[in-house]
């Protein structure tokens, strides 16, 4: 009875194991015989593009009997993921994501260099080129730029202001007239936002790297803390919570938008990705260049770049590098993606067809010129938190050389 | 938010045996021997070992693949020792804990130990790899395009099989139909006429070679990739499957001098093994590393590092305030409202009831938000229905008193329910015995009904204070550590212990998961050491209302 029972019951299990084990080994088999002896390629990417890219691999793919994959994977995680999975010698081939990522991607050996030809170089806006370029080589293919701007309604402010004093009184006469109930939408937050406060603090003088001989950005000259930055601080000072009350704490990532598009101020400075908000609203609006002091320095937006990577771990690195340095520059994906997501094409171009239909487009790109390219150096990484709460901090009413040199001290103790 | 993260639900795990018919004798051995054996319990037995041997073949493939034999044995032996186990009738008792044991083994013991080896090293950002990867990682990375070199038009192909043949590269002179072929031993003209050449420069067919099509060329990625085809100024090498540039790796490793050179500016890096990097003479480091052995110097960081020893002392005691705080007033208001609910004048106990245990039903990650937003200086709600301008988390009083507010809204409704359970179990006799002898109803609350609660409550009240100690969301989603002092960007005044160390080992430059495994191991010393001694206290407790 007993010897029976163990019996059957291994018998069973074996049984189940081995058709457990069959289903395994048939999938692969029926997934290759349509294909024969084709490679495959896959591809991590936002929700958002990976349905813009979708059908285009597609045709990718039965043009040149390939199989590609687009898998999707939050933009929050992509980095990380990407970092983690190929540290384990795994992951995908071809991977979208922003070029201030590239520092990180190089020291974890994650992506390979792309060669481009001259030709091919000179079909990119220069600016994205220059962003995706990392210790004298092209990592990455661009495909869009994006970069802050002013963005006013104007109904409330027909002129777009020449400094930001203009802008402040201009805000000041609507608030006055209860027509709005802030001067200026910028976020700051309880923690600062390095990122929006950037031209403003250009604009006064500060500078966060210093550049090489070659114009790459130098970890070693840091601009937080000089002299320079203490006075851009100050001015920033000026603006804040115990000086004119432009900029506020109170107003944040999660409701500067929403506030300009409830028409409680008439200007909001922030990227191509408003303006959808700001068109559904119905709010008759205006882009133009985040204006700076009077007799200031330009105020320089950063300017972001979209881009493609060869991942350095892929099991299909040839047809990776062909699809990325052959297909992506090329302006029918470009377009395809700015449909799903309106930004600028870094392809002249694919701009050119776009600007036509968008004007916004090339505002935003005007808005840009100034700007200055997102260092991409791990270093970096350094300076957001930092950096954003000694801007709020000061926007608080803090002493801004004391807490100003005392994020430069945090910063250069945590850059290697 | 008190929700205690263990579960028992792994111990529940259904051993393979099947239901004892009620009645049949269990004590004596020879009449377990002869317990009939019922279907369902064969088939339970069949499909749980089934399962168990499906997944242990699942996982022996990358096992051996990856040459793991540790890991293999172990597989190996688990799975035998479980059949032995299940397929026997001896050991009983074995087999209602080995399904727990070992999901504890998984989930708890192994982590855990993972943490502890990490804390030893320096994993993280830029030293995640071996020297290996490290070292083809600099090597690929300065490969530079000679310049002034063209790029030249390519096409795979092979003299033998598509899918095994040895490779060449077939490239056009870009401008002309000059061919030449070029493999490991470099490159060979091809005579004139033996290739055509395509529109775009590509070569469509040569003499004697096969030219690969795409599907055909990208099955062989890693040959096309690997092939170098030396030349005067450097290799040619594959850009995708079109084109081929003339390439120079800037920087080569020696082993000879265990050191990186950079054959254009003639400096050179050498491995240092300490820090798992490649350092120049004046200190430069290359940044791709790799993981080494740091010993206790992640540990020594915490202890001597003025700006984590600094204002460790105030976060730890605004830890345990902010984790004593939420558990002891989600349970004091819990209690309160239990009580009133308890009694037995209050009528429409269920409506009641039912709305209090909202706040629970949310899920707290959005609840939390929402909260965040609520206490917004201009445009909050609270201020707004108030009338007030409080700045909320711009000063570390109110920030505080917000975090603890919020944690309170999030986590009374489970206070209550437990505590609701809790004195449904307490005799009603015993509060109208007090009230006989003449005690007043404090005197009765205070004597008899909340210790008999605490005897009861203490392990989910100990479980609280060691979930609301690390509780991460609570603050990173509303605060954020605000406000920070004006010259500390690294530690503000709600920030926990959890939070803090998270800023230190991930805020900075990069991911640092050998120091951050060396913190967490700091904290879990302090909460191990709470926990032991409320469970001491709890027990004594227990013996003398038991």
């Given at each position: 009875m007993r010897i029976r029972t163990a019996g059957v019951v291994a018998l069973f299990a074996l049984a189940l194991a081995a058709s457990g084990c069959g289903g395994d080994s048939d999938e692969p088999a029926a997934k290759d015989t349509p294909k024969a002896a084709g490679g495959k390629l896959v591809i991590w990417a936002d929700d958002k593009r990976t349905a813009a890219l979708k059908p285009f691999v597609e045709k990718f793919g039965q043009e040149n009997g390939v199989t590609v994959e687009v898998q999707a994977v939050p933009n929050e995680d992509l980095q990380n993921n990407f970092v983690t999975v190929s540290s384990q010698g795994g992951g995908p081939d071809v991977v979208i994501g922003a070029h201030d990522w590239i520092g990180n991607l190089v020291q974890n050996g994650a992506i390979d260099p792309v060669q481009l030809s001259d030709e091919q170089k000179t079909a990119f806006n220069e600016t994205a080129v220059k962003a995706v370029t990392?210790?004298?080589?092209?990592?990455?293919?661009?495909?869009?730029?994006?970069?802050?701007?002013?963005?006013?309604?104007?109904?409330?402010?027909?002129?777009?202001?020449?400094?930001?004093?203009?802008?402040?009184?201009?805000?000041?006469?609507?608030?006055?007239?209860k027509k709005v109930t802030e001067t200026l939408c910028?976020?700051?937050?309880?923690?600062?936002?390095?990122?929006?406060?950037?031209?403003?603090?250009?604009?006064?003088?500060?500078?966060?790297?210093?550049?090489?001989?070659?114009?790459?950005?130098?970890?070693?000259?840091?601009?937080?803390?000089?002299?320079?930055?203490?006075?851009?601080?100050?001015?920033?000072?000026?603006?804040g919570e115990k000086g004119e009350g432009v900029l506020k704490r109170s107003i944040a990532d999660t409701n500067s938008t929403a506030t300009f598009t409830g028409k409680k101020c008439a200007f909001l400075v922030s990227g191509p990705w408003a303006t959808a908000d700001v068109k559904k609203a119905g709010i008759k609006y205006d882009v133009s260049a985040v204006p700076g002091f009077a007799g200031g320095k330009a105020a320089a937006p950063f300017v972001g770049v979209q881009s493609f990577y060869v991942a350095a771990k892929g099991k299909n690195k040839a047809l990776a590098q062909e699809f990325v340095a052959n297909y992506v520059t090329k302006p029918d994906l470009a377009m395809a993606l700015y449909q799903a997501d309106p930004r600028p094409p870094a392809l002249t171009a694919a701009l050119d067809q776009v600007k036509s239909s968008d004007p916004d487009l090339a505002k935003f790109i005007e808005a840009g010129k100034n700007g200055q390219v997102l260092p991409a150096i791990p270093a970096m990484a350094a300076i957001w938190d930092p950096f954003g709460k000694a801007e709020a901090a000061v926007i608080g009413g803090a002493d801004p050389t004391s807490t100003v040199t005392a994020a430069g001290k945090t910063i250069a103790g945590s850059i290697k | 938010m008190s929700t205690p993260l263990s579960g028992p639900e792994s111990a529940q795990q259904a051993p393979?045996?099947?239901?004892?018919?009620?009645?049949?004798?269990?004590?004596?051995?020879?009449?377990?021997?002869?317990?009939?054996?019922?279907?369902?319990?064969?088939?339970?037995?069949?499909?749980?070992?089934?399962?168990?041997?499906?997944?242990?073949?699942?996982?022996?493939?990358p096992l051996v693949a990856a040459a793991?034999?540790?890991?293999?044995?172990?597989?190996?032996?688990?799975?035998?020792?479980?059949?032995?186990?299940?397929?026997?009738?001896?050991?009983?008792?074995?087999?209602?804990?080995?399904?727990?044991?070992?999901?504890?083994?998984?989930?708890?013991?192994?982590?855990?130990?993972?943490?502890?080896?990490?804390?030893?090293?320096?994993?993280?950002?830029?030293?995640?790899?071996?020297?290996?990867?490290?070292?083809?990682?600099?090597?690929s990375s300065s490969v530079k395009q000679?310049?002034?070199?063209?790029?030249?038009?390519?096409?795979?192909?092979?003299?033998?099989?598509?899918?095994?043949?040895?490779?060449?590269?077939?490239?056009?002179?870009?401008?002309?139909?000059?061919?030449?072929?070029?493999?490991?031993?470099?490159?060979?003209?091809?005579?004139?006429?033996?290739?055509?050449?395509?529109?775009?420069?590509?070569?469509?067919?040569?003499?004697?070679?096969?030219?690969?099509?795409?599907?055909?060329?990208?099955?062989?990625?890693?040959?096309?990739?690997?092939?170098?085809?030396?030349?005067?100024?450097?290799?040619?090498?594959?850009?995708?499957?079109?084109?081929?540039?003339?390439?120079?790796?800037?920087?080569?490793?020696?082993?000879?001098?265990?050191?990186?050179?950079?054959?254009?500016?003639?400096k050179t890096w050498t491995a240092d093994g300490e820090v798992g990097a490649f350092v120049a003479a004046d200190g430069e480091r290359l940044a791709q590393g790799w993981k080494v052995n740091v010993g206790l110097s992640n540990f020594t960081r915490v202890l001597t590092d003025e700006r984590i020893s600094g204002p460790f002392l105030?976060?730890?005691?605004?830890?345990?305030?902010?984790?004593?705080?939420?558990?002891?007033?989600?349970?004091?208001?819990?209690?309160?409202?239990?009580?009133?609910?308890?009694?037995?004048?209050?009528?429409?106990?269920?409506?009641?009831?039912?709305?209090l245990i909202l706040p629970y039903a949310m899920p707290s990650f959005a609840m939390l938000?929402?909260?965040?937003?609520?206490?917004?200086?201009?445009?909050?709600?609270?201020?707004?229905?108030?009338?007030?301008?409080?700045?909320?988390?711009?000063?570390?009083?109110?920030?505080?008193?917000?975090?603890?507010?919020?944690?309170?809204?999030l986590g009374y409704p489970y206070m209550f329910l437990v505590a609701t359970g809790a004195l449904q179990a307490i005799p009603r006799e015993l509060t109208e015995a007090t009230s006989v002898d003449g005690a007043s109803r404090w005197q009765s609350f205070r004597a008899v009904t909340l210790p008999l609660l605490l005897v009861a409550l203490s392990p989910l009240l100990i479980s609280s204070f060691a979930f609301n100690f690390n509780n991460f969301n609570a603050?990173?989603?509303?605060?954020?550590?605000?406000?920070?002092?004006?010259?500390?960007?690294?530690?503000?005044?709600?920030?926990?212990?959890?939070?803090?160390?998270?800023?230190?080992?991930?805020g900075g430059q990069a991911a640092q998961f050998g120091f951050a495994a060396a913190i967490s191991l700091f904290i879990f010393a302090i909460v191990a050491v709470v926990s032991a001694i409320s469970f001491r206290r709890t027990r004594q407790q227990e013996e003398v209302y038991a």
């Open positions: 990392f210790n004298g080589q092209l990592y990455g293919v661009p495909y869009a730029q994006e970069n802050l701007a002013l963005i006013r309604n104007t109904e409330l402010a027909p002129e777009a202001p020449k400094t930001i004093e203009d802008l402040v009184a201009t805000g000041k006469q609507l608030k006055a007239q910028l976020q700051v937050g309880q923690k600062g936002d390095a990122y929006h406060i950037y031209p403003l603090y250009t604009s006064a003088g500060g500078y966060l790297f210093g550049t090489t001989a070659n114009g790459d950005y130098d970890p070693k000259d840091l601009g937080v803390g000089k002299p320079e930055s203490i006075a851009a601080f100050k001015k920033i000072a000026a603006l | 393979g045996r099947g239901p004892v018919r009620t009645g049949s004798p269990r004590t004596s051995r020879t009449a377990r021997n002869h317990a009939p054996i019922t279907a369902a319990g064969l088939a339970a037995k069949v499909i749980l070992l089934g399962l168990v041997a499906g997944i242990a073949i699942w996982a022996a493939f793991k034999w540790v890991g293999l044995a172990v597989l190996v032996l688990t799975s035998a020792a479980l059949f032995y186990l299940y397929l026997g009738r001896r050991h009983v008792p074995a087999k209602y804990l080995i399904p727990g044991t070992l999901f504890l083994i998984a989930f708890q013991v192994v982590p855990v130990l993972y943490t502890a080896s990490t804390a030893f090293t320096n994993f993280g950002d830029g030293h995640r790899g071996s020297k290996d990867d490290a070292i083809v990682a600099i090597q000679v310049p002034g070199s063209p790029q030249y038009p390519l096409s795979v192909a092979t003299k033998g099989d598509p899918a095994t043949g040895a490779l060449v590269f077939l490239i056009t002179k870009p401008g002309t139909d000059t061919v030449s072929v070029g493999d490991a031993g470099g490159l060979r003209p091809l005579d004139p006429g033996a290739a055509t050449v395509g529109p775009g420069g590509k070569v469509t067919a040569a003499d004697g070679y096969t030219v690969l099509n795409f599907g055909q060329a990208s099955a062989r990625s890693k040959d096309i990739t690997d092939l170098v085809v030396p030349t005067a100024g450097g290799a040619l090498r594959s850009s995708g499957l079109s084109r081929a540039y003339e390439g120079k790796a800037v920087r080569a490793y020696d082993a000879g001098c265990d050191c990186v050179k950079d054959s254009d500016s003639g105030g976060t730890l005691i605004w830890n345990f305030a902010f984790a004593i705080g939420s558990t002891g007033g989600t349970f004091i208001l819990g209690m309160l409202i239990a009580l009133a609910l308890h009694s037995p004048r209050m009528r429409g106990t269920n409506l009641y009831r039912m709305l938000l929402v909260w965040r937003d609520m206490f917004n200086t201009d445009f909050g709600l609270i201020n707004n229905l108030f009338g007030l301008s409080v700045d909320w988390f711009g000063q570390g009083w109110s920030a505080r008193a917000a975090v603890i507010l919020v944690q309170l809204w603050i990173y989603l509303t605060t954020e550590g605000a406000p920070f002092p004006a010259d500390n960007p690294s530690n503000g005044a709600t920030d926990l212990l959890i939070t803090y160390t998270y800023r230190l080992a991930f």
